[in-house]
């Protein structure tokens, strides 16, 4: 596929409206490079697609997709994905703010060094009325323990894994979009969590990861909103269905499965026990079965490597959740 564009940006969107328009014109703005947008309406009942669908009549460079029903946003990234000509892609959900001069500066950095992804921090908004707020307390404990006091870094993942742990936005790394083709990078298919399995293909089939200290983008979270932080219900019970999905990536390539077993493990365990907290009660005997089936498929010699080599105290809160 020819590259016929510096950058595509894959957004879909769902009942968007109040927010497409602004984000998509934030895009078409960037002047020092040339732009693909990918506007793919997910089901929306909203006006979004008489939108998505002007916006596609009034430039060439911005196509507008419609599938009929609801699939999830990581079915429509795919979708997305497959049209991309961009030499590098982003993939942008409709409701958060974008700070172009960051991605511009993305784009100049792999160009330089010819990294296969770019990786920035982020802000994150309770709401449209509040402030700026720093990234959650893990991300921001990996990305200060990574960059100290450099401004931008070129690591290898094994130098950088914690890098895995990170949360799994899509939003904040550009990738190669050759590279990340022949991999066969792909989202999940389950309605919440799909993000997972495209962060963990962005960093594992990445020989070189490019870090900017610059936030890429301001992530919003309304109270009211659909965001997978207000979930509570049994649809939380398919963070195990997104886990099988990336662990299916990881047990089909033993080497990768072994060398990042410790850091898959412990992002299983915190996310699952942040889920956890936020259950409605009458879910939570299910998703404990859940993840104890997930933990099941653990391989004896990675748990024991754990065990005795990385992280004693992972190993027995993998134990003690099997025998509860």
């Not at 998505?52 to 079915?75: L, M, P």
């Not at 983008?217 to 649809?235: D, F, K, R, Y």
């Not at 089909?252 to 060398?259: D, I, K, N, Q, Y």
């Not at 077993?261 to 859940?290: D, I, M």
Request: net charge negative; hydrophobic share 35%.
């Amino acid at each position: 596929m020819s590259e016929s564009y510096d950058l595509s940006v894959v957004i879909p969107v769902y009942n968007a409206a109040d927010t497409l328009r602004t984000l998509t014109e934030d895009f078409l703005s960037i002047s020092h490079f040339s732009i693909q947008v990918i506007l793919v309406d997910d089901g929306s009942s909203d006006g979004s697609v008489d939108l998505a669908n002007q916006f596609s009549d009034d430039h060439e460079n911005v196509e507008s997709i419609v599938q009929g029903t609801n699939q999830g946003a990581g079915k429509a990234r795919n979708v997305g994905f497959e049209k991309a000509v961009g030499r590098y892609t982003i993939f942008f959900d409709a409701d958060d703010i974008v700070h172009t001069d960051v991605i511009c500066d993305a784009i100049n950095g792999l160009d330089e060094g010819g990294a296969d992804v770019a990786m920035m921090p982020y802000f994150y908004r309770r709401s449209l009325s509040s402030s700026h707020d720093a990234m959650n307390l893990n991300d921001s404990k990996v990305w200060s323990d990574i960059m100290g006091r450099a401004k931008r870094k070129t690591v290898k993942l094994d130098d950088a894994a914690s890098l895995l742990g990170f949360s799994n936005y899509p939003w904040n790394k550009v990738i190669r979009t050759k590279t990340f083709r022949e991999v066969g990078l792909r989202y999940g298919s389950t309605p919440v969590n799909n993000d997972i399995l495209g962060h963990w293909y962005s960093l594992l089939f990445a020989d070189d990861i490019l870090l900017i200290d610059s936030e890429v983008c301001t992530h919003i979270v309304e109270a009211s909103g659909s965001n997978l932080t207000n979930q509570a219900s049994q649809v939380r019970l398919t963070l195990f269905d997104a886990l099988d999905e990336t662990y299916d990536v990881l047990d089909a390539r033993p080497e990768l499965r072994s060398r990042y077993a410790h850091h898959y493990w412990s992002f299983v365990h915190r996310t699952s026990r942040w889920a956890y907290g936020r259950l409605e009660p009458q879910v939570k005997p299910a998703f404990n079965e859940r993840y104890k089936k997930h933990l099941n498929r653990i391989d004896l010699r990675d748990y024991s490597r754990i065990r005795r080599r990385r992280s004693p105290s992972l190993a027995d809160s993998i134990l003690s959740s099997l025998l509860y």
